[in-house]
């Protein structure tokens, strides 16, 4: 069984910062890319950013240059730095890793983690 659990939501205000993590845990064999999508109410899940095995890095235009993304293979843990928030980052956000077990490859999801940015 994998489980993929997430930390470091909250509140803060416009301009403030967080840092969410994100740690896989079972029978993994592999993990290729990783990555975080966010939920705001009433809208569909989006990409936020994802990195490769390698460490290659995307972003989603709304957050280049605000928000950045990071691994460490060894622990099997993503992370997303988000600097200089806004108002519109407010949203459940979604850990997301393409895990290869000795069975299965798939994608599997973390719970969700609420970011709210507001004065």
């Known amino acids: 069984q994998v489980q993929l659990v997430e930390s470091g939501g909250g509140l803060v205000q416009p301009g403030g910062s967080l840092r969410l993590s994100c740690a896989a845990s079972?029978?993994?064999?592999?993990?290729?890319?990783m990555g975080w999508y966010r939920q705001a109410p009433g809208k569909q899940r989006e990409l936020v950013a994802t990195?490769?095995?390698?460490?290659?890095?995307n972003y989603a235009d709304s957050v280049k240059g605000r928000f950045t993304i990071s691994r460490d293979n060894a622990k099997n843990t993503v992370h997303l730095q988000m600097n200089s928030l806004k108002p519109e980052d407010t949203a459940v956000y979604y850990c997301?890793?393409?895990?290869?077990?000795?069975?299965?490859?798939?994608?599997?999801w973390g719970q969700g983690t609420q970011v709210t940015v507001s004065s």
């Open positions: 079972g029978r993994i064999f592999s993990i290729f890319d």
């Open positions: 997301n890793a393409d895990i290869r077990t000795v069975f299965t490859r798939r994608d599997y």
């Open positions: 990195i490769s095995s390698g460490g290659s890095a």
